[in-house]
């Protein structure tokens, strides 16, 4: 993406050209629930009339189908938000080819080796919204992206340090000391690897929603085991804590409009036409209106951490670029979220304000190095969507996590009853510890990732 | 600053105009110790042929002049490097006064008291460079500039949570609901005054060397307290630490080139015109030459943390934004630091290209809340320009203020005493934990500033 792409995309000089009509070129994306739930029952996971929030089946593997190392899923469909469920979930082997530098003057990449060079694991949460559709294409394609980036730099990681030059051969006798100098880790390649195939997942996501007239976007939350390390990569509201017995540790933060103000409102400062005159992108602690004309007010701008006080004029009382608070804070009065995959069509109701601009597909990557974790038996990784921590906290979901382990020591399916229990969780049974009127009605996906002898140690071959 | 503005100011259509030359219509800035240093010696911080690293003083205030509680400075000029000392320090009373709402119909804002409200205290150190003006203007300005701003919002400082409105009046009844909501506090009233006096301040510098044709900019670093609490507020490469018995806590974190790269890249990358087509955004390991085109090499964009590889073309060897590392690393080629204040002449050698638009003002803060904190006998805030920090880590810094003070409980100057012999070193002294060939040339300012029995309580009558 160029700068200028971005001009030629989001800021048409002239008149703005009415939103194109939807033309199915190809067939709609088909809805489905993850593929790892087959045969786990009967439920279509679409709306049925027996949806009261006790009632809502919770969804886990069949027993007998084992995740990568033994994690547990459970899922439940919102209460009657929608049609469909929008979470979606993968989970998969990641199996990297190793491509060789062929020795051609043309200086081509070949494959001579198709292989499996390096293999990792893969855990995935999508967070739909506005259809299911770009969740159910990220489920499908994320995990491809992901293999394709690492296979471009997979031989700059073979070294424990990345070289200059992907082809290994210096041009310049200083190179290492250079990549040393600069502190690249081969942790950095799969930190790049992730944040190009967000962006590749994204490009893939809007090409297909506009061949199938198709809408929505969705978050994305990865967990990626590769050489010893586990990577989290976070584009959302969904998070992922790692649990140990005597330690919680987020693994990833939340993006929210909310969460990232600062960048949103400088993106409006610097393009106004943007904001097609209709929202202010000042953030004031409500709505002004009328009367508060001449009055000084708080208020923040995009250089600002701090509040100060301003002396409204009538474009103060322009609808706000940012909304509300917590879970009710808005983009544009339209989107819960700043970061995630899709979107690409999505606008303000009944204008051409466009939401793509503001939003970004690349991720937060956090790292942990297994090897110095030494996990025990008990330490878990939980990733869950957003409707999980709307109603519990890190702490009470460690407190679950732990006391739940303790008890079921000998269960082989411990994990699978784990993500099951915490979803039951957030519905207001009586084991719950959720505050009475704390109960969840969003769709709720969880992964229970156990760490205990797993991703230690290398697996390249 | 609007973005039309920023766009006027930096973007100008058709070829660029060349640099105005420079019209003196006041007379220059007149070069300047410290007030608080009259009396402490014949230097007057000048440039002279006796400068070598031992030789140079270190000036502190003479014995009996008190700063405020009872803090040390001390400095030392740099090795030749300029003609002039280009660090500059400040501190003092920071007496508030008192504004009330008028009662007349137009609600202008009246100054019904004179006497200050509230008082507070303020240290300052400021590193200039391409000459000593920035740091002497700011050091002339920059607690006016804050005390102007706080007044402007001390009537919101009242209650416990600023009222919505200044004027205390809502016009919504749950008006105060939502400030709570926001979790808006008196503290971010000051942080907020902070952020608005950096960039007053960064204006004034502006048109005062523009008047008097001077040249140059400055980092700031500022400690104010007020009100029970200590806020740092930092823009530029300078270092506050807190020093406690068992803890050593950074106060600040520097603006570089390299530790703001992404915001400067993406700047570029909205901006290419900023470049000017002799600069290429992209970061790679080295300067790349004709050898590596065509070739695979490591790079980074603005939205990657992590690092991937790219065809080398053309346009990558161009010189880059961020070139170097650590110390060495500089933005255009020219500028070591990424925040402060002035430089709004400053071009890149032989060209048009502009700096100041990747320069932010606008400080960090941080608060310490002095009422939590406790502080004991021999806590401390140390605040230095990075002369102190490039040959000395926190640890090593903290290691001689425990062992210093504990050393000399009984001496009334201690503070002094201590600033001293931190400035001292840095030179190479025998008692001096840097290594061999650390030591500094560079000018280098230090504070120490004693927290016990200090700023709990509010000052405010």
């Not at 250089?303 to 509300?324: A, Q, R, T």
């Amino acid at each position: 993406m160029s700068a200028d792409w971005f001009r030629r995309r989001f800021l048409p000089r002239g008149p703005l050209p009415a939103p194109r009509p939807p033309r199915p070129r190809t067939s709609p994306v088909p809805y489905r629930r993850p593929r790892f739930l087959r045969g786990s029952g009967s439920s279509s996971g679409t709306a049925d009339a027996s949806r009261r929030p006790d009632a809502r089946p919770v969804r886990s593997p069949v027993r007998g189908r084992s995740l990568p190392w033994n994690a547990g899923y459970a899922e439940i469909i919102n209460a009657e938000k929608s049609e469909f469920n929008e979470d979606q979930a993968a989970c998969g082997k990641l199996c990297i080819r190793r491509c060789e530098f062929g020795v051609e003057e043309d200086q081509e990449w070949q494959t001579l080796c198709s292989e499996e060079f390096l293999t990792g694991h893969y855990w995935a949460l999508f967070d739909g919204h506005g259809g299911p559709a770009a969740a159910i294409l990220a489920a499908n394609t994320l995990h491809s992206c992901l293999r394709r980036q690492l296979e471009a730099v997979v031989e700059g990681m073979v070294a424990t340090q990345p070289p200059m030059h992907l082809s290994g051969c210096c041009v310049c006798p200083s190179d290492p000391q250079f990549v040393e100098e600069k502190g690249i880790r081969t942790e950095d390649l799969v930190i790049g690897a992730l944040e190009s195939a967000f962006q590749e997942c994204d490009e893939v996501i809007g090409r297909e929603l506009e061949a199938s007239g198709q809408v929505g976007g969705c978050t994305a939350l990865v967990a990626v085991s590769l050489k010893g390390k586990l990577y989290v990569a976070n584009a959302g509201d969904s998070r992922a804590i790692l649990v140990r017995r005597d330690e919680v540790r987020p693994l990833s933060s939340e993006f929210t409009p909310e969460t990232e103000r600062q960048r949103i409102q400088q993106l409006a400062f610097i393009y106004p036409e943007l904001l097609a005159g209709e929202f202010t992108r000042l953030e004031f602690p409500r709505r002004l209106k009328g009367d508060d004309l001449g009055q000084k007010v708080l208020f923040r701008d995009h250089h600002m951490s701090g509040w100060s006080y301003k002396c409204v004029e009538k474009s103060d009382l322009k609808y706000p670029l940012i909304h509300g608070q917590g879970r009710q804070a808005r983009l544009l009065g339209t989107l819960a979220v700043s970061r995630g995959l899709g979107d690409h069509q999505l606008r303000v109701l009944d204008t051409n304000i466009q939401l793509k601009p503001f939003l970004l597909s690349v991720p937060q990557v956090t790292v942990l190095n297994m090897d110095q974790l030494e996990p025990q038996e008990e330490d878990v990784v939980v990733m869950a969507t957003d409707g999980l921590w709307d109603v519990l906290s890190n702490e009470q979901v460690a407190w679950l996590v732990r006391s739940f382990l303790l008890g079921n020591r000998e269960d082989p399916h411990r994990f699978s009853e784990l993500a099951k229990m915490l979803i039951r969780s957030t519905q207001g049974t009586d084991d719950s510890p959720i505050q009475e009127g704390q109960v969840s009605y969003d769709d709720v996906s969880v992964f229970v990732i156990p760490l205990h002898h797993q991703g230690q140690g290398h697996s390249s071959r």
